[in-house]
């Protein structure tokens, strides 16, 4: 069974809840998933696993997630190479169109410069700043999830 570790920065929670809705369709396409908070995760465990996901929102305007900030700096030289990858991530279209989801691009421009496959492109989710994730995205997500499980 392919090991993947899912890694995500969450201020308010709806990363983390998604982080769950992708965990879920990971495991359904036989993917066995370990799923973090980056505040308690260290660059140094992507090794042990074949897939890494990682997702967080955007804050400011177009800037990572405070708490994945040391993560994604300490991800600097490390080799991801003969690893499948993506990113995840909520944003808010309507009131950030120019920096919708930044942060999921960086994500993903990160995992490719460690030289990690990206396996499926990214998953970018819209939600009104104050509100939470619902049902409808959540299946979105594990949908998502199923459909990389299943490109692996
Ligand atoms: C002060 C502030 C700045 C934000 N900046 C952006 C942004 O630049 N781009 C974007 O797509 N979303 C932005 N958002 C929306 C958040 O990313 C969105 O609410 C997200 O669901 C929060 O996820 P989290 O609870 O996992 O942190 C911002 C929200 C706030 C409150």
Known sequence: M?????IYG???GNTED??????SGLEEGGVEVAVKNVTAADVGELADYEVVVLGASTWGD??????????????DNLSLAGKKAAA????????????FCAAV???????????????????KIHTETGDEVD??????ARKWALGMARSL
């Not at 998604?18 to 965990?23: E, R």
């Not at 177009?62 to 991800?75: A, I, K, N, S, T």
């Not at 993903?108 to 492109?121: D, M, R, T």
């Not at 049902?135 to 979105?140: F, H, P, S, T």
């Open 105 to 123: 691009d960086m994500l993903e421009e990160k995992l490719e410069q460690c030289g990690a496959e990206i396996s499926i492109g990214p998953l």
């Open 88 to 99: 995840f991530g909520p944003g808010d279209k309507e009131s950030f169109p120019d920096t």
């Open 2 to 6: 392919l090991k993947a570790i899912l």
């Open 135 to 140: 049902d409808a995205i959540r299946v979105e």
């Open 18 to 23: 998604l982080a769950q809705s992708v965990a």
């Open 62 to 75: 177009g800037e990572l997630q405070d708490d994945f900030v040391p993560f994604y700096d300490r991800m």
């Open 10 to 12: 969450s201020t308010t």
